[in-house]
């Protein structure tokens, strides 16, 4: 016997019930995005390898130790499934001249990514990610409209521990002054530096800030703040943003250690962090990255944006109550029928209901009308139609409430205005032209 198959560890199925959940959500989401002015983009799972070493930064965590990649057996080009979706979305946009051709551009982007690490609650190997980028924009202005973006879907899904920290992260002249600013400090300290500090001391020093070793905590508090390196077109589009938040009456903290996990960021960053949800706190990030465009050889374009992990927002959803799904999906009709006959007329109709909007179940696999009209029963459905050898032959469906009420058979032609009377009509239940007649087989 063949051992049994069993999902990649960290790569999660997503079963029925669960799934209905997702997709209550996305509808949210996309209605959300689209009130906005964002429209869909739908870019590969897997690109070019350089595409992410050259956005994301060949000194992050992401590049040297999560990404997924291997080199195709065909040509020997070097791939990757994506780790993250904002590079993907801006070589689309170079590769199509969408800003070029059709002016600044509000997208967004829902999917799986991929990271090798250590599987725990809210980190996943593949995990997926809803994204908004606007590219072509670059005044503070589209920065504190993604903000207000977020909060107004905190606030539709019901979700209040959600708390808002930004940092500006300057110019590139800016970040290398203060580059050398924390080479200079950290090199004084090389001693209490643990092993991936002194890997990025020379490579990617900023990355210091972000690192997770609380015995570098009161080191990390005392370098250089970027903020000092600012000069005054950066502080005052900082500034900018943050009085626009105050108007719009968004609560937020400055956090001069936020420095974000990619290099192509620049200007303003963002992230929404949550206390419940252990070590995984933060539920979704982004900013502004002006350079990225041009750094993959576009022109040069200013771009901001954001990205949520969709199994953080889902915890959180379904730890607040608020969650608008209800349960697993209710026909609003399940078919029964015995015969051949019978089945040619179950199928047609089945499709003359589906035609009048209603979601119809249509029993498969055989058995008898008392199996069946179990699982009708269990189905949830309201109504039931039956089929039996008489209603076969005369071209009638009987309908039958499930959940009360009287039975009634009508030729085929009437059967959708008699079901929308039964549903939804004021006097269903003593609307019974045939007095219950029960169909020629018995058993109901």
């Known amino acids: 016997m063949s051992q049994t198959l069993q999902a990649v560890r ?31 983009l739908r870019t590969p799972i897997v690109e070019p390898t350089p595409l ?5 930064g060949e000194f992050t965590d992401i590049v040297e130790k999560e990404m997924y990649s291997f080199e195709d057996a065909l040509n020997g080009e070097k791939l990757t499934l994506r780790p993250e979706g904002t590079a993907g979305c801006a070589r689309a946009a170079i590769q199509h001249n969408l800003v070029a051709s059709g002016g600044p551009q509000r997208l967004y982007y829902h999917g799986p990514v991929f990271r090798h690490e250590r599987p725990q609650k809210g980190r996943y190997r593949q995990f997926h990610q809803i994204g908004a980028e606007a590219l072509g924009f670059a005044g503070p202005d589209i920065d504190a409209e993604l903000v207000i973006m977020c909060a107004r879907l905190w606030e539709r899904l019901g979700l209040a521990d959600i708390r ?15 580059r050398a600013a924390l080479v200079s400090y950290f090199e004084k300290h090389r001693e209490r530096l643990d092993e991936d500090s002194l890997r990025r001391l020379r490579a990617n020093p900023l990355r210091i800030l972000d690192t997770k070793n609380p015995a570098m905590r009161e080191l990390v508090e005392a370098a250089p703040k970027l903020a000092d390196h600012l000069g005054d077109e950066s502080r005052a589009h900082f500034e900018a943003v943050q009085g626009l938040l105050r108007e719009a009456g968004i609560p937020f903290r400055v956090n001069h250690r936020l420095v974000r996990g990619l290099d192509y960021y620049n200007r303003t960053v963002i992230e929404w962090v949550t206390g419940r949800l252990g070590a995984q706190g933060t539920v979704c990030a982004g900013g502004r990255y002006d350079g990225l465009v041009e750094q993959l050889g576009g022109k040069p374009m200013p771009a901001a944006g954001f990205a949520m992990g969709v199994e953080r927002v889902l915890a959180l959803w379904r730890e607040s109550g608020e969650t608008e799904y209800t349960g697993s999906w209710t026909p609003d009709i399940y078919v029964a029928y015995l015969g051949e006959r019978a089945q040619r007329l179950a199928f047609h109709a089945a499709e003359t209901m589906r035609d009048t909007g209603l979601d119809v179940l249509l029993h498969c696999g ?25 209603e076969a032959a005369a071209g009638e469906v009987s309908i039958k409430p499930l959940r009360g009420g009287g039975q009634r058979r009508v030729p085929l032609a009437a059967l959708a205005d008699a079901v929308v009377d039964m549903l939804y009509g004021e006097d269903a239940e003593d609307n019974d032209e045939d007095g219950g007649q029960g169909v020629s087989n018995g058993g109901i």
Request: aromatic share 10%; hydrophobic share 40%.
């Open 164 to 178: 808002l920290e930004l940092n500006s992260l300057g110019s590139a002249a800016e970040r290398a002054s203060h």
């Open 52 to 56: 992410f070493r050259r956005a994301i």
């Open 10 to 40: 960290g790569m999660n199925d997503i079963l029925p019930d669960e799934a209905e959940i997702w997709e209550t959500f996305e509808d949210i989401v996309r209605d959300w995005l689209k009130s906005y002015g964002y429209r869909p």
């Open 366 to 390: 055989g058995g008898s009308f008392k199996s069946q009209m179990k699982k009708a029963d269990h189905s949830g459905a309201p109504l039931a139609l039956v089929i039996g050898d008489d």
